[in-house]
């Protein structure tokens, strides 16, 4: 008899040690809170996936080149009225594209040879090609090395001089009731243009006239 309430004892004991007690109220809360935050990401993915924007390309389609003119070894410097005409294409079918603060200048060989030039905002609908043709330099002397200087000569001499358009600023991006906040980008287009000196107007446009892109 003793042996058996010491058994009973026993098991209940166990009973007790191995006893299950039913889920709190906090631990459910955090079991729906995970449900939540999982369904949200899932959720965020799909709008992100269906309305995500495209980077929008710039191609160059036109160059006219007013004068270029560079000055004596002795204070070398380069003046220049170019006009650019710039493609930009928004290939989003969901995405409307706006820009600001944009400016633009000119290159040679690694130097400025224009001042930047302020260009107004735009903005552009979803699947849609926009033209801009923004005037640079003006006439203002901008100084350069006079590797720089020997450089640009030679290559009117030669009538063709590579040239390195960019363009700089922020876009934001408008899909449905979305948008995104401003991002900085920034455009590189490097030209072959067939001009000589003395050349005045539109001029040919070798090669590639496809511009990177970066954001």
Same mark, same amino acid.
């Given at each position: 008899?003793?042996? /058996?309430?010491?058994?009973? %004892?026993? =098991?209940?004991? #166990? !009973?007790?040690?191995?006893? +299950? ?8 809360? @955090? @079991? ?19 309305? +995500?924007?495209?980077? $929008? *390309? ?13 000055? %004596? ?11 650019? &005409?710039?493609?930009? *294409? ?10 600001? +603060?944009?400016? %633009?200048?000119?290159?040679? *060989?690694? =130097?400025?040879? &224009? $001042?930047?030039?302020?260009? $107004? $905002?735009?903005?552009? /609908?979803?699947?849609?090609?926009? #033209? ?55 455009? *590189? @287009? ?20 496809? @511009?990177?892109?970066? !954001?």
């Amino acid at each position: 008899m003793a042996e /058996e309430g010491s058994s009973g %004892s026993e =098991q209940k004991k #166990a !009973t007790k040690r191995f006893h +299950r007690p039913a889920p709190s109220a906090a631990s459910a809360f @955090c @079991c729906g809170l995970l449900v939540l935050i999982v369904l949200a990401g899932i959720t965020a993915l799909v709008l992100y996936l269906v309305y +995500r924007p495209s980077k $929008p *390309r710039f191609t160059v389609i036109g160059v006219a080149v007013y004068d270029l003119n560079v000055t %004596s070894p002795d204070t070398p410097a380069v003046s220049t009225t170019m006009q650019f &005409t710039l493609a930009i *294409r928004n290939p989003s079918g969901r995405s409307s594209i706006l820009y600001d +603060r944009l400016v %633009s200048y000119v290159m040679y *060989r690694g =130097q400025a040879i &224009t $001042p930047t030039v302020p260009l $107004p $905002p735009l903005f552009q /609908e979803k699947d849609s090609t926009v #033209a801009v043709s923004p005037v640079l330099g003006g006439g203002v002397l901008v100084p350069v090395s006079a590797e720089v200087a020997r450089g640009l000569s030679a290559d009117q001499g030669y009538g063709l001089v590579p040239v390195r358009l960019v363009v700089l600023g922020r876009l934001k991006y408008k899909a449905g009731p979305f948008r995104s906040a401003w991002d900085g980008f920034f455009v *590189r @287009c490097d030209l072959l243009v067939g001009v000589k000196k003395g050349s005045q107007g539109q001029v040919p446009l070798l090669g590639a006239a496809d @511009c990177s892109v970066n !954001t």
